[in-house]
């Protein structure tokens, strides 16, 4: 897994690192590939903004969030992007499990 960091108009803090990558990682689990992330961390007025872009399995996920607090936005992006694999993955294994299925209707 490896994840790019970018901070705008803040200073590089390794705790929200540390943090991001342990949110992250909760998402690989549902991955079978080693995914990449993308992620910028900003500050606009007083809101704490994240831009969260992830690669994985063929598929590319993005997320957006910003609240004042810069942890609850991280955990608000990665929760959109958990959704969204999720959701994937469902139509992905409901595709497999119904393409056997035959199309005729029965006759009455």
Known sequence: ???SYTFRNMASSDAIKNHASEKIAKVQKYMRAPLHAEITFSMERHLHRV?????GDGHRYAGRGQS????????????KIDRQVRDT???ETDRRRHSG????HPED
């Not at 299925?101 to 005729?104: A, I, K, N, T």
């Open 68 to 79: 004042e607090d810069m942890y609850a936005t991280i955990d608000q992006v990665v929760d």
């Open 101 to 104: 299925e035959s199309l005729r």
């Open 51 to 55: 831009d969260l872009n992830l690669t």
């Open 89 to 91: 993955k469902a139509t």
């Open 1 to 3: 897994m490896r994840i």
